[in-house]
């Protein structure tokens, strides 16, 4: 076994080496202690719309039930299921013969009646005649007068008779009331329907133009509600937008059309309804969207959502300190407002947010202020409608 002897001025040389690299390194131009360039930002307060959301679901602004008002056979349908109809568009026909001779029975015995009341008003006449001649005794004439008021009567309950067997006859056409797109049909052709039963229920029909929207809010945002209602000024701004399955917002804005005057016990919440224009028919009933109502506008602080971090002990900000430092301040936050954020507490209007080099700074870092801008906070509405938060806290 053979041992080889460490040189030592070769170990010193190679300490020497080292630390000369480390003094270039040092040396090179990346000081530690340099300040870090900053872009901040000075937190002002802005007006934004405050958007309430909730999930509604569309109806017909009038959903009729079509019912056979007669019983019979359902000779046709005449409409196509799911189609628009206008009012008055024949739906179904009912057999009609049946109420055709109803009719002509009636009918008939309306003339029967006709003659009857023609020979007692003969009869009234002549007996009235000899009554004066002193021909006849004033106990027939009186009959006679009484039998024509009888003749009278039964004519005119026939004639009745006539007009109902005329209105069961035009019944046997089931038509349109109002104009609107029909479901589908519950009876197919030659099942029997009887009236004033459930079958009587023929398909239903629904206005669509305009269309409504139901949903609910809790009892504070419906006192924000209130609140803006009872401003004109507010009010104006109070729109409804509809957003739909596919994400996109409807392109027509709504407005209420009516406010529950109670609470739900069990949710907590009122019942509202908005309107909107659906002439095209892009909104079906039954069809579940999102409505976003502008309930005014507040005054907060937002910041860009590039500034804000989330950390180990919930969201912050770093800040451009008075001493030439950054340093970090933890924030609540709201919702979005377009492309800022709505800060609920943790920031007060003149602080300075750094929105740059934000993974380079760590507490207590010396920074370099480069640009000084005021903070932005879009308040158009449509903007603040295409976030993903639902209310404002």
């Not at 739906?91 to 009719?103: C, N, S, V, Y």
């Not at 009122?270 to 976003?292: C, D, H, W, Y």
């Not at 005014?296 to 180990?312: H, K, L, M, N």
């Not at 010396?366 to 404002?392: F, G, I, Y």
Request: glycine share 6%.
């Amino acid at each position: 076994m053979s041992f080889r002897c460490i040189d030592p001025f070769r170990t010193l040389a190679l300490l020497a080496l080292l630390l000369a690299v480390a003094a270039c390194n040092k040396s090179d131009g990346t000081d530690n202690s340099a300040p870090i360039p900053v872009t901040t930002l000075e937190v002002a307060s802005r007006a934004v719309p405050v958007v309430l959301e909730a999930v509604g679901r569309t109806e017909g602004s009038k959903e009729v039930e079509i019912r056979a008002r007669v019983s019979g056979i359902v000779e046709k349908q005449l409409y196509a299921e799911g189609t628009f109809v206008r009012a008055g568009t024949p739906l179904f026909q009912i057999d009609r013969a049946p109420f055709e001779i109803a009719l002509a029975q009636a009918q008939a015995a309306a003339e029967q009646e006709a003659s009857a009341h023609e020979q007692a008003q003969r009869e009234t006449t002549r007996l009235a005649g000899l009554l004066v001649n002193g021909a006849v005794s004033k106990r027939l004439a009186e009959e006679a007068s009484t039998a024509f008021r009888t003749a009278a009567a039964s004519l005119a309950a026939a004639q009745a008779k006539v007009r109902e067997a005329q209105l069961n006859l035009s019944y046997t056409s089931v038509n349109a009331p109002i104009a609107g797109v029909t479901g589908r049909a519950l009876h197919s052709e030659g099942s029997l329907v009887a009236a004033n039963t459930d079958s009587s229920l023929l398909t239903t029909l629904s206005q669509t133009h305009p269309v409504w929207v139901r949903f609910a809010l809790s009892e504070q945002e419906h006192e924000r509600l209130k609140k803006i209602s009872s401003d004109p000024v507010q009010a104006k701004r109070s729109a409804v937008q509809l957003v739909l399955a596919d994400g996109q917002p409807y392109e027509a804005p709504g407005h209420l059309n009516f406010s529950a005057s109670t609470i739900d016990r069990q949710m907590g919440t009122v019942q509202l309804r908005a309107e909107f224009p659906n002439p095209k028919l892009t909104i079906l009933p039954g069809q579940f969207a999102t409505v976003r109502v502008q309930a005014g506008e507040q005054e907060v602080i937002a910041v860009p959502q590039t500034t804000v971090i989330q950390g180990s002990q919930g969201r912050f900000v770093w800040i451009f300190g008075s001493d030439g430092k950054a340093s970090q301040r933890t924030v609540e936050t709201g919702v979005w407002a377009g492309p800022d954020w709505i800060i609920l507490s943790g920031l007060k209007a003149g602080d300075k947010v750094i929105v740059d080099n934000l993974m380079k700074l760590k507490a207590g870092a010396a920074v370099q202020e480069q640009a000084l801008k005021p903070a932005t906070v879009s308040s158009d509405a449509s903007a603040a409608n295409n976030n993903s938060a639902s209310r404002v806290n």
